[in-house]
C-alpha cells in the first residue's frame, strides 16, 4: 500500500513535474471503469476536464486533488494499492490498465493504472469540505501538529499509540511500516496506550515521526537509500529469526488490526 512518501515522490511530485500549467487537450476513461472512476461516469469525467489547466497539484495524506481553471470541480486522486501515474510520447505506449489518459498541450499523455483497482478518482466541487479530504486530520508532513496539541491529544486517547497513529482522521499520512518505523526509532512498544506516554515519548514520537517523513521524502521514497538501520529493511514476511541492523531480535504482533513488527529489547 503506497503511504505518504511514496504518494507524495511518485504522486503529487510527478504529476506537478508534467502537468502543473498544462491544458488538457483530450481525455480517455476507460468507458466500464465504474469502480476506480468514482461518483462520476467516464463520459463525464472526460467532458468535465477536457480544455482545463492544470493549476496546482495538492496532497493530503494519501489523498491528491488538482485544482483546475474554470467550472467543473476539482480532480481527485487515490492510488489505492497498485494505482499509479505514467507519462509517455505516443498512444501506442499506452500500459496495461490503463484508467484514465490525459492528453496535454505539450503532446505527451499523462495516465493512471490500477491492476487491482482499490484506486480511485472523483470530481470534488470543493474537495476540503468534501469527503474523503474532510474526514482527515492534519497532513503528517505538511502540517504536522505542534507538540503542545500532542500533548493535549494524545492525554485524552485510550488506545494504542500504534492504533491512533494509524487513524487518518487523527493525523493523514502514516500507514503501517511508517508506524512500526516511528514506534522502533521513539523506543516506544506499539501496543502502549497514547495516554500513558511521558512528556519525553510525546516529544520524542513526535520528532521521529517529522525525521522519518522528511528522510523518506528527500530520498525520493527509494528505499534501498534507507539506513540498514530502520526498521524497514526488516520487517517483512513475520520471518521468525528476524533481526534489525543492530542484531536486535524483532517480534511479530497484531496491534490496531494491522501486523506489527517490533523490538521488544528496545521498544518499552
Known sequence: MPELPEVECWGRRVAEKHCLGRSIRSVYAKPDERIVIDGVTPRKLASALKGRTVEACHRRGKQMWWTLSGTGGSLLWHFGMTGGFCSYGKKTDRPKFLKVELQLDDGRYFGFTDPRRFGRIRLAADPLNEPP????????????????????????????????????????GVGN???????????????????????AEVKRLRAKLKHVLQKA???????????????????WGKNEDALTGRGEEIEFDTVGGRTTAWVPKVQV
Do not use: M
Open 177 to 199: 511500516w511508517i508506524a512500526d518505523e516511528v514506534c522502533y526509532q521513539s523506543k516506544i512498544a506499539p501496543q502502549r496506550l497514547a495516554r500513558d506516554l511521558s512528556p
Open 217 to 235: 521524502c528527500d530520498w525520493e521514497a527509494d528505499y534501498r537509500r534507507f539506513p540498514k538501520t530502520w526498521l524497514f529493511h526488516h520487517r
Open 133 to 172: 479530504l474532510s474526514e482527515l486530520g492534519p497532513d503528517a508532513l505538511l502540517d504536522l501538529p505542534g507538540l503542545a496539541w500532542w500533548t493535549q491529544e494524545l492525554a485524552r486517547r485510550k488506545t494504542a499509540i500504534k492504533a491512533l497513529l494509524l487513524n487518518q482522521s487523527f493525523l493523514a
